[in-house]
T-cell receptor, first 113, second 114 residues
Framework: QKEVEQDPGPLSVPEGAIVSLNCTYSNSAFQYFMWYRQYSRKGPELLMYTYSSGNKEDGRFTAQVDKSSKYISLFIRDSQPSDSATYLCAMSGPYNQGGKLIFGQGTELSVKP | EADIYQTPRYLVIGTGKKITLECSQTMGHDKMYWYQQDPGMELHLIHYSYGVNSTEKGDLSSESTVSRIRTEHFPLTLESARPSHTSQYLC?????????????FGSGTQLSVL
């Protein structure tokens, strides 16, 4: 069983829609939770970073962590065609693992104009 | 914007060849990593380094080797490439302390071994 599960999609939405991306995990020791965005033929770039439980908002993006359910989410409001990419969840812990992250397999998102 | 560079971007070679994938960063980061990514699959850590002359193997077994002679440079070498080595190789770096989970990735090298 994988430590991190992520629906690979693909997910197709119209421009302006609210997008919800999710990951579940099995290791209750994870403390650091991240979302990376990867455009085609590019490396991933960090989008959101959360330590422990709670919500974090940055512009149109909101990250949520529910440690009791071992479930994390990324919400994108007013989605744009430029949001079309693969979104990877990643996590580590319990202590600072120095960049040794466990990744989900990514969800491919397409936002149609 | 992150300054981490990988060369070549694409490489097609024959079986048995020795190859080196280059990775350099200009951010002065002590920590550097190599991840492997296959289509539709998770990134897997194959090597990491926490500083000069320090290298460790990651969770995914790999026949590749790495070296860290200079802070900014973290090359990956395959002594004898095989078709099973065909994959995307991503180099990354991160800063100290609580910033170390925040990885900066290069654009990757897509390796095809025929």
């Amino acid at each position: 069983q994988k430590e991190v599960e992520q629906d690979p999609g693909p997910l197709s939405v119209p421009e302006g829609a609210i997008v919800s991306l999710n990951c579940t995990y099995s290791n209750s020791a994870f403390q650091y939770f991240m979302w990376y965005r990867q455009y085609s033929r590019k490396g991933p770039e960090l989008l959101m970073y959360t330590y422990s439980s709670g919500n974090k908002e940055d512009g149109r993006f909101t990250a949520q962590v529910d440690k009791s359910s071992k479930y994390i989410s990324l919400f994108i409001r007013d989605s744009q065609p430029s949001d079309s990419a693969t979104y990877l969840c990643a996590m580590s812990g319990p202590y600072n693992q120095g960049g040794k992250l466990i990744f989900g397999q990514g969800t491919e998102l397409s936002v149609k104009p | 914007e992150a300054d981490i560079y990988q060369t070549p971007r694409y490489l097609v070679i024959g079986t048995g060849k020795k190859i080196t994938l280059e990775c350099s960063q200009t951010m002065g980061h002590d920590k550097m990593y190599w991840y492997q990514q296959d289509p539709g699959m998770e990134l897997h850590l194959i090597h990491y380094s926490y500083g000069v002359n320090s290298t460790e193997k990651g969770d995914l077994s790999s026949e590749s080797t790495v070296s860290r002679i200079r802070t900014e440079h973290f090359p990956l070498t395959l002594e004898s490439a095989r078709p099973s080595h065909t994959s995307q190789y991503l180099c990354a770096s991160s800063g100290p302390g609580h910033k170390s989970e925040k990885l900066f990735f290069g654009s990757g090298t897509q390796l095809s071994v025929l």
